[in-house]
């Protein structure tokens, strides 16, 4: 096993050294492992949107693509508005009742916060 840390980008373990420099195989990253770079991270428990945005319960956001409703042969459209979101813990980030679907959830990675 390799002592060399993940990556701080994409949190994958395949890295590897070039000179001083680790890389990151999978998306291309090159930092040195020796300087700690003090970076902000997110808080866990903020649940953000496909674009950073932090998303709140009551919020309203726009599905970015086309999402097949497993189960059924319904497909929720990107650009479909969905209003009065619910955070809850999970995989699934967001509870909602969405027109002519009924109630979903949905991974807010698939959507992005709608502006006022």
């Given at each position: 096993?390799?002592?060399?840390?993940?990556?701080?980008?994409?949190?994958?373990?395949?890295?590897?050294?070039?000179?001083?420099?680790?890389?990151?195989?999978?998306?291309?990253?090159?930092?040195?492992?020796?300087?700690?770079?003090?970076?902000?991270?997110?808080?866990?428990?903020?649940?953000?949107?496909?674009n950073g945005n932090v998303l709140?319960?009551?919020?309203?956001?726009?599905?970015?693509?086309?999402?097949?409703?497993?189960?059924?042969?319904?497909?929720?459209?990107?650009?479909?508005?969905?209003?009065?979101?619910?955070?809850?813990?999970?995989?699934?980030?967001?509870?909602?009742?969405?027109?002519?679907?009924g109630a979903m959830q949905l991974?807010?990675?698939?959507?992005?916060?709608?502006s006022t």
């Amino acid at each position: 096993m390799s002592d060399l840390p993940s990556c701080p980008e994409c949190k994958e373990s395949y890295t590897y050294l070039e000179g001083i420099l680790c890389v990151c195989p999978s998306c291309g990253h090159e930092w040195n492992p020796s300087e700690t770079v003090a970076t902000e991270q997110p808080d866990d428990d903020l649940v953000r949107d496909a674009n950073g945005n932090v998303l709140n319960t009551g919020d309203s956001v726009i599905v970015i693509k086309d999402l097949k409703v497993k189960g059924s042969s319904a497909v929720v459209k990107g650009g479909t508005k969905v209003k009065n979101i619910r955070l809850v813990d999970g995989d699934h980030d967001i509870d909602c009742k969405i027109e002519g679907i009924g109630a979903m959830q949905l991974k807010s990675e698939f959507v992005r916060k709608a502006s006022t």
